[in-house]
């Protein structure tokens, strides 16, 4: 019996030795299968065991080799090495309390041991990162709970737990790839991890895919009923696509008050769904234009291109409500970004239409000058011309201040330029189009607004202004 034990133990330290050479080759494979036969062989010896977990730790299977690494200090105690692995395991895993008490016990043993005080050192660091990950995510700080957790996965590279931490907030950030790719990492190792599917569901859901966010939010579910976030997070998903949908509907219908008071409610169910979010605001502005509300409208796209600087639907809108209330300026600029981001023909012609009803507006509004619509007949300009040349012109004005003088002769001039453009019909639908009145000899500094004036009038003698009384006149023709 002593020999049989005797020659299993040899052939044990064999497969040990051989398995020995294998790690050194960085052969893992072939150096777990080695040292599992050694420790059938001899199922008592504690360092075969560390020498499996050392195994298992270089193939990245830290919590089998965490179990091995526990059953060589269970069988010997005072397993210095053994200790150390235990504790890295833990701490590759994120368990950095449980690493702590392992790189204790490792140190109580070989006070020296400069691994053990490094390691300890490292678990300390994450515990700190933890608790400082926890305060910011409270606070809405998803960007230092990355960096928290990226400092923290340095030590605990097999740790799920910071991963998805992590990759929530890649998502709450709107970096959605990255946080997918974490995402998806986990869960080909694990396809029934419930927070991996949260995150990817959460993904999509801010990505305004909202369908296929809830089918992993139920899948999520299915694996964690108790999955609180995930239950959140599909209520919030199934009501945002119900209101949206609704709006659309009421809006499609013409009931636009409806549609307004649909789209308000989706926007106060999430403010954290960017995405969708911005669709909405444009929706609603899209609702309040029908309303002729303009203003709200301009103030809805806004709101939609803050979230997202990228939705040219919102630019577009904006830009259409920007030229209703003639702000040309920031119509242009408006299309400007839409064409630059899309070089289309109708892109281009909606930001040529847009300079020209600037260039249009920078003139002088003739129109406006002699108090009539740009659709006035033929009559009504000349009647707007009678009124206004008389309102204005000088003679009635003799008896007053040189400032009152000044600025009724500078009318006058404008009246008679006025009526100059707008009663030629080239010249009007030159001046309409937003052609340079100056080409083709048409110089508007060429022009005497005195010898319109008794042209239309009738010429000299074909009426005079006269005082009735202090500050009044009249006129009458000859």
Request: aromatic fraction near 12%.
């Amino acid at each position: 019996m002593w020999k049989l034990l005797r020659g299993r133990s040899r052939e044990a330290e064999s497969f040990k030795e051989q398995g020995n050479a294998y790690y050194a080759k960085k052969d893992y494979n072939e150096a777990y299968n080695y040292y599992t036969k050694a420790i059938d062989m001899c199922p008592k010896n504690a360092s075969y065991y560390g020498n499996r977990a050392a195994t298992l730790m270089m193939l990245g299977r830290f919590r089998e080799a965490l179990g091995d690494a526990q059953q060589s200090v269970r069988l010997d105690d005072s397993f210095v090495r053994g200790h150390l692995r235990e504790g890295k395991c833990h701490l590759s895993l994120g368990n950095a309390m449980a690493a702590c008490r392992s790189f204790q016990r490792a140190l109580e043993l070989d006070h020296k041991n400069a691994q053990a005080q490094q390691e300890f050192k490292n678990a300390n660091a994450v515990i700190e990162y933890e608790k400082i990950a926890e305060t910011d995510f409270e606070k809405r700080d998803f960007r230092k709970v990355v960096f928290c957790m990226d400092r923290a996965l340095e030590f605990a590279p097999a740790c799920h737990r910071f991963k998805i931490l992590k990759a929530e907030c890649l998502a709450m950030l709107g970096r959605y790839p990255e946080a997918q790719s974490v995402a998806s990492d986990i869960l080909r190792m694990d396809s029934t991890n419930a927070d991996a599917l949260y995150v990817r569901g959460l993904c999509l859901y801010y990505e305004d895919c909202i369908e296929k966010a809830v089918q992993f939010f139920v899948q999520a579910l299915r694996m964690a009923p108790d999955h609180e976030k995930a239950c959140v997070a599909c209520r919030n998903a199934k009501a945002l696509k119900a209101k949206k949908e609704d709006g659309n509907k009421a809006f499609k219908e013409g009931n636009y008050k409806l549609a307004y008071e649909l789209y308000t409610e989706a926007l106060g169910i999430d403010p954290n769904n960017i995405k969708t979010n911005a669709k909405l605001y444009c929706n609603r502005g899209t609702v309040n234009s029908k309303l002729r509300k303009l203003d709200d409208a301009i103030e809805d796209c806004t709101s939609a291109v803050k979230l997202d600087d990228t939705y040219i639907k919102a630019y577009l809108r904006r830009a259409q409500c920007y030229m209703d209330t003639e702000q040309y300026e920031e119509a242009v600029r408006d299309y400007e970004k839409v064409y630059q981001t899309e070089k289309t023909k109708e892109h281009k012609q909606l930001l040529k239409n847009a300079q020209m009803e600037l260039k249009k507006s920078q003139r002088k509004d003739y129109y406006k000058i002699l108090g009539v619509d740009k659709n006035a007949s033929e009559d009504e300009i000349k009647k707007a011309y009678r009124k206004r040349a008389l309102m204005h012109h000088p003679d009635r004005h003799s008896g007053a201040s040189a400032e009152v003088q000044k600025e009724e002769e500078k009318k006058f001039k404008e009246v008679g330029e006025a009526f100059t453009i707008l009663s030629d019909p080239k010249k009007k639908t030159r001046y309409d189009s937003g052609q340079d009145l100056d080409e083709e000899g048409m110089n508007m500094g060429d022009f005497d607004a005195n010898n319109i004036f008794k042209a239309f009038f009738g010429g000299p003698g074909g009426f005079s202004f006269e005082a009735s009384g202090p500050g009044n006149f009249f006129f009458q023709f000859g």
